[in-house]
C-alpha cells in the first residue's frame, strides 16, 4: 500500500525491517516496489533495490520482475532530453543478466527495454532489440512499432523510420493503429521533413484513419514553417473528426485492413471502388483545392495570386496499401472531375474547344508536357494519369501519380492495373512515362572519387547528406592510379570523379550531381525542378568552370603542387592571370551570388553551393606557399564569402567536414615539405610519401598528463623524440624551454613551427596526422570519437581537479611542512575524487571494457595515468591510501590492470616508477641531513 502511495521512504524502512525480521522477498512485492520507482522516476533506487533483492532472493526474479525493472530504467527521463544513455546501457545489462538467468522473456520485458532505448535516442539498438523480440517468437503489436518509432523522434533523424513503418510492420502483420500513425507523422515533424509529413497526413486520409487532438498537435508541428498549409491541414482534420463523430465513430479507430487483404481481390476492390457515386462537392475554391497540391501551394515557386499553369497535382502512393491507393485515387479523382471546369477556367482554357481551336495550342505557343517531380527511391519512373489540357500533340498532364513500380513485380502489376481501371471508370486515360524498372533491385552505383579533388568531395557530401547509397572506390590522383590500365578500361578519359550506374556512365562532376538528385528522391533545394530556381543554379554552375575552378586551379598548381612535384612553376601567370581570377572570383560570390541570399543560389543550399566551397577549401594548400596570399589572406576582403562557408559547414554537418579531413592533413604535410631540406622534396611527386618533420615531445615522468603522451607514443609506435624536463630541477620554469613553452606546463608538442600544449589535444593531434594509427585509438566514426573527447573533456573537470587537490593538501604540502588544509581536502578535495571514480565505475566503465568503448583509446590513457598517480597517497602518511581509495570499485581495478596487460612495458615501466620516485623524495624531505638527489629520482 505504501508503495501503491509512492511513500518511498516508508517503503524502504519497511524492506528493512521484513529482512531482518527474515521475510521472503515476494514476486508482487518486488513488482510493487519496482513500479512505484518508475512513477517517481528513481532509477538509482530501483537498482539499489535489485541489488538488494538478487542479494537475498530465494529464487530468481520472474519475466514480470524484470520487466517492472526494465520499465523503471525507461521512466528515468529528464523532459525534454529524454532517457540518460547510461540507464539504456544499464537496461541491456539488466537484460541480458536476465537472460543468462535463464528468464524467458515476455512481450512486456521486450518492450520496456525498447523504450528505455527509444527515450535514449537510439534507434539502432531499439531495432535491433526488435529483432531478439522476433527471435524470440513473440508476436509484435502495434506498440511494439510505436516505441521503434519514438526512438526515431527522439534522435531526431528520420533515416529509418519509412523502413520500420512500411516494410517491418506489415511483414509482421500488425495493424497500422492511430497511434502508430501519430508516431510516423511524428518523426517527419522532428526532422522538418515537410515533404513525408505531408505524405504521411495523405496516406492517413487514403486509409481512412480519423485525427484526434494529439494528430492535430503534430500537424502543426511538422507545417509550422507553412502557416497557410498548417491552416489548410488543420481545417481538413477538423472536418474529418466532426464529421466521423456525427457519423457515430470514434476518433481512436484504426487504420483498415492490412495490405495483405487487398491483395487477394484486387479487381474487385477497383470495380467496388470506380463504381462509388461521386461526392456531392459544391463549386470549389482555390482554398478547397491548395491541399491536395503539393507541398499545399499552387506548385513550385509560383505566385498564388496567378493562374496555376502548368502546375500539378501530385499523388504519392509509395508504401500504400492497394486498398488504401484504390481509395485514395478515387476520393482525388472525385474532386478533380467536379472541378475540372473551374480549374480549365484557371487555366486558361476557357473550357471545351473543337479541333481547330485544339491545333493552335492554348494561344501562347507555349504548350509544354508537364513533367512530375522525382519518384521516390526504389520506384519505377512516374506514370502519368489523365485529366490534360494544352493542345494533343503536346499535353500537359494534370495529375501524377507516382509509386506504383514499387515492391515485387505482381505488386506492381496490381497497381498499374488498378490505376488504369480507375481511371477508366472516369472516361480517362492512363499514360505511362515508360520503363518499369526497379532501382531497389539494381546494384548499388559506383563512384571513382579522390578526396583530396574538390569536385569529388562535392559529390561524397551530396551522397551523403541525402543517404544516396553508392560505393565509393578511392583512385589516388597522386600515386598517378587514374592513369592506369584499369581505370583508364573504366574511363578511357581518365578524369575523376566518375560515376556508374549501371549502363550509365557519367565523367563530369556537374552531370553527376545532377543525375544524382534527379534519380534519388533528395529534397527540392539540392536542384530544384521549378524552371526559374532551377536556371539559377545553372547559371552559377555554368559560371564556376571558367572562373573560379580556373585561377584556383591556376595558382594552386604553380605555387604548391608544381615545386611538391619538382616540376618548373609558371610564376608569371599565376601574377597576371591565375591570382587575379581567382580574386576576382571570390569579389563575385560576395558581391553577387551572396547579395541577398544566405547561399549561392537562393535561400537554401543547394548542388552549385557545394561545387564553390569544396574549390575555395583547396585554396587552403596556398598556406604552404613560399609567397602570400594564403587562405585567410583571399577570404579577407569578402566577409560575406566566410560566413557562408561557416553557414555550409554546418547544414551539410558533419560530412562536409569530414570530407576535408584528407585535405587537412596533406596542407600539414605540405606545409612541413615545403619548408623542409632538399632531400625531403627529393621524396616526391607521390602525395603519400610526404614527410613530416619529427614531433618532439616535452614530458616528465611524475607528470600524469605527460605519462599519458609518452604512453601513447610508445605503445602506437609514432616516430617522436621525446625530451625529458625535469619539474624536480625546476626546467620548466627554465629560459631554454621558456622560450620553446610560454606558459612553462608539461606536456607539450613541437612540430617545425607548431606549437600545442594540453595533452588531450596532443593525444588527438597525433591519432590524427601520424601514419599507421589503428583507428581505435581515436575513431573517426562521429558517434565514437564524441564519446572519447567527453571523456578527455570530463578528465579535466572532475578526475584531475580532485587527483590534483588531494595529493598536494593530503601528501605534498604536510611533508614540505606546510600548514595542513584538512577542511580543503575534507570538503572539496576527497569529495571531487570520490565523486569521479564513482562516475568512472558506473558510467563510463558500467558497460564496456574500455572508457569509451571496447578496444583502448587515448581517453583511457589520460584517465588511467591520473588515477595511478593515486599511488602517492601511500607517502602523506595519512588515510586514505592508494588501495583503500580504489577498494570500493572493482571495475575501475580491472580496468587498470587491462590496461597494463593490453600495454605492456609501455604503461608498467612508467606506473611502477612512481612509488619508487615518492619513496625517495618523502625519505630526503624528512631526513634534514640528506640532500634530495634529484638526478637518481630523473633517472628512474
Known amino acids: 500500500k505504501n508503495a501503491a502511495y509512492g511513500r518511498s521512504s516508508m517503503v524502504a524502512a519497511d524492506l528493512e525491517v521484513y529482512l531482518a525480521r527474515g521475510g521472503e522477498i515476494k514476486p508482487a512485492i518486488v513488482s510493487a516496489l519496482f513500479n512505484m520507482y518508475a512513477r517517481l522516476r528513481s532509477p538509482e533506487k530501483g537498482d539499489a533495490l535489485y541489488a538488494r533483492v538478487q542479494a537475498h532472493r530465494q529464487g530468481p526474479m520472474t519475466p514480470a520482475n524484470y520487466a517492472s525493472l526494465l520499465n523503471v530504467y525507461a521512466k528515468a527521463e529528464h523532459p525534454p532530453y529524454g532517457v540518460p544513455r547510461r540507464w539504456a546501457i544499464r537496461a541491456a545489462q539488466v537484460a541480458q543478466e536476465a537472460l543468462d538467468a535463464g528468464v524467458v522473456p515476455g512481450l512486456a520485458f521486450m518492450h520496456s527495454l525498447m523504450e528505455c532505448q527509444a527515450k535514449a535516442g537510439l534507434p539502432e539498438a531499439a531495432l535491433a532489440t526488435y529483432h531478439q523480440l522476433l527471435r524470440k517468437g513473440l508476436q509484435p503489436t502495434p506498440r511494439t512499432f510505436n516505441i521503434l518509432l519514438l526512438a526515431h523522434r527522439r534522435s531526431g533523424t528520420s533515416r529509418g523510420a519509412a523502413h520500420v513503418f512500411e516494410d517491418l510492420l506489415p511483414k509482421a502483420g500488425v495493424t497500422r493503429t492511430l497511434a502508430v500513425w501519430n508516431s510516423y507523422l511524428g518523426v517527419y515533424a522532428v526532422a522538418g521533413d515537410i515533404d513525408r509529413a505531408y505524405h504521411v ?49 470514434r476518433s481512436s479507430s484504426h487504420a483498415g485492413a492490412p495490405s495483405g487483404e487487398a491483395a487477394a481481390t484486387p479487381a474487385s476492390s477497383a470495380n467496388n471502388v470506380a463504381r462509388q457515386p461521386p461526392m456531392a462537392l459544391e463549386q470549389p475554391s482555390r482554398r478547397s483545392l491548395s491541399p491536395l497540391l503539393l507541398h499545399g501551394h499552387l506548385g513550385q515557386g509560383a505566385d498564388p495570386s496567378k493562374p496555376p499553369a502548368r502546375q500539378l497535382l501530385y499523388i504519392d502512393l509509395h508504401g500504400v496499401s492497394r486498398a488504401a491507393a484504390a481509395t485514395l485515387l478515387h476520393r482525388r479523382l472525385e474532386l478533380l472531375v467536379a472541378a475540372w471546369p473551374a480549374l480549365r477556367a484557371e487555366l486558361g482554357d476557357g473550357g471545351p474547344r473543337d479541333e481547330a481551336a485544339a491545333s493552335h495550342g492554348d494561344g501562347t505557343g507555349e504548350s509544354e508536357a508537364a513533367e512530375g517531380p522525382p519518384a521516390a527511391a526504389g520506384c519505377a519512373p512516374l506514370e502519368y494519369a489523365g485529366l490534360q489540357t494544352g493542345t494533343p500533340e503536346r499535353p500537359r498532364a494534370l495529375l501524377v501519380v507516382t509509386g506504383v513500380g514499387h515492391g515485387s513485380p505482381e505488386s506492381q502489376g496490381v497497381l498499374r492495373g488498378l490505376t488504369r481501371d480507375i481511371l477508366g471508370a472516369q472516361g480517362l486515360e492512363c499514360h505511362d512515362a515508360g520503363g518499369n524498372t526497379d532501382r531497389s533491385t539494381m546494384p548499388r552505383p559506383v563512384l571513382y572519387a579522390d578526396m583530396l579533388s574538390q569536385p569529388c568531395r562535392a559529390v561524397v557530401v551530396l551522397c551523403q547528406q541525402n543517404g544516396i547509397d553508392v560505393e565509393i572506390k578511392p583512385i589516388s590522383i597522386g600515386r598517378g592510379e587514374h592513369r592506369s590500365a584499369d581505370f583508364k578500361a573504366v574511363n578511357p578519359l581518365c578524369k575523376l570523379p566518375y560515376l556508374v550506374d549501371g549502363d550509365v556512365h557519367i565523367g563530369d562532376s556537374i552531370a553527376i550531381l545532377i543525375y544524382l538528385c534527379t534519380v534519388n528522391r533528395v529534397p527540392d533545394n539540392w536542384y530544384p525542378a521549378d524552371p526559374v530556381k532551377q536556371a539559377r543554379v545553372n547559371t552559377v554552375l555554368g559560371w564556376h568552370g571558367s572562373t573560379l575552378r580556373t585561377g584556383s586551379t591556376i595558382t594552386i598548381f604553380n605555387r604548391v603542387l608544381a615545386p611538391l612535384r619538382g616540376t618548373p612553376s609558371n610564376e608569371p601567370l599565376v601574377k597576371d592571370f591565375g591570382l587575379p581570377t581567382l580574386q576576382t572570383a571570390l569579389q563575385t560570390i560576395n558581391d553577387v551570388w551572396l547579395a541577398n541570399d544566405d547561399f549561392v543560389a537562393g535561400s537554401d543550399v543547394s548542388i552549385a553551393d557545394l561545387l564553390l566551397a569544396t574549390e575555395i577549401d583547396m585554396a587552403q594548400l596556398l598556406d604552404a606557399a613560399r609567397e602570400g596570399p594564403a587562405l585567410e589572406e583571399l577570404l579577407a576582403p569578402v566577409p560575406k564569402v566566410r ?70 607514443v610508445d605503445a602506437a609506435g609514432i616516430d617522436a623524440e621525446v625530451k625529458t624536463i625535469s619539474i624536480m630541477k625546476g626546467e620548466h620554469r627554465g629560459e631554454a624551454y621558456l622560450a620553446v613553452n610560454s606558459t612553462g606546463k608539461l606536456p607539450f608538442l613541437k612540430e617545425g613551427d607548431f606549437g600545442l600544449p594540453e595533452a588531450g589535444a596532443i593525444l588527438a593531434y597525433l591519432a590524427d596526422t601520424q601514419p599507421g594509427i589503428p583507428e581505435h585509438w581515436y575513431p573517426k566514426d562521429a558517434r565514437a570519437r564524441a564519446r572519447v573527447n567527453s571523456a578527455l573533456t570530463w578528465h579535466g573537470s572532475t578526475l584531475r581537479n580532485g587527483s590534483v587537490t588531494l595529493l598536494s593538501t593530503h601528501v605534498l604540502e604536510p611533508v614540505m611542512g606546510a600548514p595542513a588544509r584538512e577542511e580543503v581536502t575534507q570538503q572539496h578535495a576527497l569529495p571531487t575524487l570520490k565523486a569521479a571514480l564513482k562516475d568512472l565505475e558506473t558510467y563510463w566503465l558500467a558497460a564496456t571494457d574500455y572508457v569509451a568503448g571496447e578496444q583502448v583509446s587515448i581517453a583511457d590513457l589520460l584517465l588511467a595515468t591520473e588515477v595511478e598517480e593515486l599511488r602517492l597517497q601511500d607517502f602523506g602518511g595519512k588515510e586514505p591510501g592508494y588501495e583503500s581509495l580504489l577498494a570500493d570499485y572493482p571495475k575501475v581495478r580491472a580496468w587498470l590492470a587491462r590496461l597494463a596487460s593490453e600495454l605492456g612495458s609501455a604503461y608498467t615501466r612508467l606506473h611502477d616508477a612512481i612509488p619508487v620516485a615518492g619513496a625517495k623524495i618523502l625519505k630526503a624531505i624528512k631526513d634534514k641531513n640528506q640532500p634530495l638527489d634529484v638526478d637518481a629520482i630523473d633517472s628512474i
Not at 217 to 243: G, H, I, K
Not at 666 to 671: G, L, S, T
Not at 682 to 705: C, D, G, H, N, R
Open 643 to 712: 560566413s557562408w562557408l561557416n553557414r555550409l559547414s554546418q547544414r551539410c554537418a558533419p560530412h562536409y567536414e569530414d570530407a576535408k579531413e584528407q585535405l587537412g592533413k596533406a596542407r600539414i604535410r605540405f606545409i612541413q615539405v615545403l619548408g623542409g631540406s632538399d632531400e625531403d622534396k627529393a621524396k616526391l611527386p607521390q602525395f603519400q610519401e610526404l614527410k613530416m618533420s619529427k614531433p618532439v615531445i616535452y614530458y616528465y615522468f611524475l607528470s600524469p598528463p605527460s605519462r599519458a603522451v609518452k604512453i601513447f
Open 201 to 249: 497526413w495523405t496516406c492517413m486520409l487514403a486509409e481512412g484513419i480519423v485525427p484526434d487532438h494529439f494528430t492535430e498537435r503534430v500537424l502543426v508541428q511538422a507545417f509550422s514553417a507553412r502557416p497557410s498549409l498548417a491552416a489548410e491541414v488543420l481545417d481538413e482534420a477538423r472536418q474529418l473528426r466532426t464529421s466521423s463523430h456525427a457519423a457515430g465513430h
